[in-house]
């Protein structure tokens, strides 16, 4: 059982108990209401402000959300909608907490939920998009747990809803009013921070000190399966482990298929190509000196202005002896021609643009790498000057 399941369960259960405290012995009702509001204006806090920290991520959800949808001309508003809906949630959870306006917070926090919960149901039966993104990247969940999760939600939210009319008021409206207006403009300008430059934490695999590599990989593990000629009975072995030297076993027995395992975990599913697609991932990833990746995950709407500096750089870095590769999606004569229009004489590899839209929320973006470890990652708004650059690369 997943850590994920085990946390629903305890949740489930956490909000049954509400529920039957609060039906069955009306003197704890306050205290039932209080523990759903301060749970639910928690647990919108820290949803927000995961998806908080990177806007551009959930953008990409909601993206996800128009392509499964056929609404691809609202493509243009997602990152709106995205500042948008992260900071209502936000506020919606510190209003809860702080128990200003409940009354009126309740019905708000009811429609958001509401949508919420038909939309993950359509989910968890149909599964248009892989994850809803509720938690950003900091925790995934399936669409099934999603919409449990939202259940779960739902009936602590219908309790706060029946007793929203008897919460005494803690500020006085002046407080509220300030808290109302304080927090949705400062928690926009903190995702427009993490927009602008890159997120101020950060829940992707290329996280900077992560190893991209294993060290020392287990051998891969393959499985061979035979069928008995006479019964039809089929029986899988670990190979060498099975008496392929008996030869009154292998007259008996037919060879079947083969089935490979790989032991080791993934660390990341990158896959760098050249022009004639060969892989050529672990000649970069595995360099043992510093490695510069630039990353531009759409041709199209790259930032161009950024490709100044960019090959500053590349000259720093080939003349201080150290690599700078471009990884980029598209086919082989776009990226010809994108060569031509940047001017640039770096080489410029192939990737999946889903991949490249993980390893940093920048287009484009700059990752430098040592021996396979995430050392910095820049924002192209943030993009090392030489003087930068010689102190880390002295170091």
Request: proline fraction near 4%; include cysteine; aromatic fraction near 16%.
């Given at each position: 059982m997943s850590i994920n399941s085990i946390v629903l369960i305890i949740l489930s259960v956490f909000a049954a108990i509400n529920v039957i405290v609060y039906v069955s012995l009306p003197r704890f009702r306050r205290a039932v209401a209080i523990v759903s509001r301060t749970f639910i204006g928690l647990l919108f806090i820290f949803s927000g402000f995961v998806k908080g920290v990177d806007p551009l991520g959930f953008m990409?959800?909601?993206?996800?959300?128009?392509?499964a949808y056929h609404t691809l001309w609202a493509m243009p508003l997602a990152i709106y909608l995205s500042v948008f809906l992260i900071a209502f949630e936000f506020t919606l959870g510190v209003l809860l907490l702080l128990n200003i306006k409940v009354k009126y917070v309740c019905w708000l926090v009811l429609m958001t939920m509401a949508g919420f919960t038909?939309?993950?149901?359509?989910?968890?039966?149909?599964?248009?998009?892989?994850?809803?993104?509720?938690?950003?990247?900091?925790?995934?969940?399936?669409?099934?747990e999603t919409f449990w999760k939202n259940i779960v939600i739902d009936s602590l939210l219908l309790l706060l809803l029946l007793y929203r009319n008897k919460f005494s008021k803690t500020f006085s409206i002046r407080a509220e009013v300030m808290v109302m207006v304080t927090v949705p403009v400062l928690f926009i300008g903190f995702e427009l921070f993490n927009y602008r430059h890159l997120p101020v934490i950060d829940f992707m695999e290329w996280k900077t000190g992560?190893?991209?590599?294993?060290?020392?990989?287990?051998?891969?593990?393959y499985y061979l399966t035979y069928k008995n000629k006479t019964t039809g009975e089929k029986k899988e072995y670990l190979s060498p482990d099975y008496p392929y030297n008996d030869s009154i076993w292998?007259?008996?027995?037919?060879?079947?298929?083969?089935?490979?395992?790989?032991?080791?975990p993934k660390i990341t599913n990158l896959m760098i190509s050249d022009s004639t697609g060969a892989d050529i991932?672990?000649?970069?990833?595995?360099?043992?000196?510093?490695?510069?990746?630039?990353?531009?995950?759409?041709?199209?709407?790259?930032?161009?202005?950024?490709?100044?500096?960019?090959?500053?750089?590349?000259?720093?870095?080939?003349?201080?002896?150290?690599?700078?590769?471009?990884?980029?999606?598209?086919?082989?004569?776009?990226?010809?021609?994108?060569?031509?229009?940047?001017?640039?004489?770096?080489?410029?590899?192939?990737?999946?643009d889903v991949i490249l839209k993980t390893m940093v929320r920048s287009n484009p973006g700059l990752i430098l790498l040592k021996n396979g470890i995430v050392i910095k990652k820049w924002h192209y708004h943030d993009f090392p000057e030489r003087k930068e650059l010689s102190r880390i690369l002295k170091k």
């Open positions: 990409y959800r909601i993206e996800d959300y128009f392509a038909v939309i993950t149901l359509y989910d968890a039966l149909y599964s248009p998009v892989p994850d809803c993104g509720c938690f950003g990247d900091a925790i995934t969940l399936t669409n099934f992560k190893k991209m590599f294993l060290e020392n990989p287990q051998p891969l593990k292998m007259s008996k027995w037919e060879f079947v298929s083969t089935r490979v395992e790989d032991p080791n991932t672990a000649h970069f990833i595995r360099n043992p000196d510093y490695q510069f990746l630039l990353i531009v995950n759409d041709m199209k709407t790259t930032n161009k202005e950024a490709f100044k500096k960019i090959n500053t750089i590349y000259y720093y870095a080939d003349s201080s002896g150290y690599s700078l590769i471009g990884i980029t999606s598209g086919l082989k004569s776009d990226i010809a021609k994108f060569r031509d229009q940047m001017k640039t004489t770096f080489e410029l590899y192939n990737a999946d």
